[in-house]
């Protein structure tokens, strides 16, 4: 059982949006920065948004992150193929003392 | 560019043990936090431990505390995690990952590790 709830899996048509949420709890979301990592199949995680709404040089602005209270969303516009992927939200934890990862949302573009 | 790169893994039996390196380059990486975290075969990502800057501040997962031990040689800018004790469990890819203060920023390519007999 992860301390992070995502939804298995979420999709859309081409060029359309979809949302991820992230629900977590006070020891994490609510008093942590929320990253998001997409991972393509057989290769690493990368890194998608950090510090709850930031993007990393290269990451397009069809991606983007906010955080209210406990949980997290992920928003991707302009749905491509090319972002077919694992999609896993992560965050420390002061509780566990541990960094925390959702179970991951398989984004599918119909 | 940032590059991190994990070798050492490979097929052992349970109840053995197996060292992973993760040799790091294109960074100061003396300045930065390091994780582990693996992938079972068909599962999601899990965070097994971090090291801090000092070497001396350690935190790990329940999975594997008290079987892993995390290290970091600043000399040979390299990570280290020390698996002991090993299951069938924790057969998995595992990934090293530079912290850019609790995200992690760079990630290696994974190295597989298989447990069994």
């Known amino acids: 059982q992860s301390v992070l709830t995502q939804p298995p899996s979420v999709s859309a048509a081409l060029g359309q949006m979809v949302t991820i949420s992230c629900s977590g709890g006070?020891?994490?979301?609510?008093?942590?920065?929320v990253s998001w990592y997409h991972q393509l199949p057989g290769t690493a995680p990368k890194l998608l948004i950090y510090?709850?709404?930031k993007r990393p040089s290269g990451i397009p602005d069809r991606f983007s992150g906010s955080k209210f209270g406990t949980s997290a969303t992920l928003g991707i516009t302009g749905l491509q193929t090319g972002d077919e992927a694992d999609y896993y939200c992560?965050?420390?934890?002061?509780?566990?003392?541990?960094?925390?990862f959702g179970r991951g949302t398989k984004v599918s573009v119909l | 560019q940032a590059q991190l790169v994990e070798s050492g893994g490979g097929v052992v039996q349970p109840g053995g043990s197996l060292r992973l390196s993760c040799a790091a380059s294109?960074?100061?990486?003396?300045?930065?936090?390091m994780h582990w975290v693996r992938q079972a075969p068909g599962k999601g990502l899990e965070w097994l431990a971090v090291?801090?800057?000092?070497?001396?501040?350690?935190y790990y997962a329940d999975s594997v505390r008290g079987r892993f031990t995390i290290s970091r040689d600043a000399s040979q800018n390299t990570l280290f995690l020390q698996m002991n004790s090993l299951r069938a469990e924790d057969t998995a890819v595992y990934f090293c990952?530079?912290?850019?203060?609790?995200?992690?920023?760079?990630w290696g390519q994974g190295v597989l590790v298989t447990v069994s007999s």
């Open positions: 006070s020891s994490n979301i609510g008093n942590n920065d």
């Open positions: 990952a530079s912290d850019g203060t609790y995200y992690l920023n760079y």
């Open positions: 510090d709850n709404h």
């Open positions: 090291i801090w800057l000092d070497g001396n501040d350690k």
């Open positions: 294109g960074f100061t990486f003396s300045s930065y936090g």
């Open positions: 992560g965050t420390w934890d002061t509780r566990l003392s541990a960094y925390v």
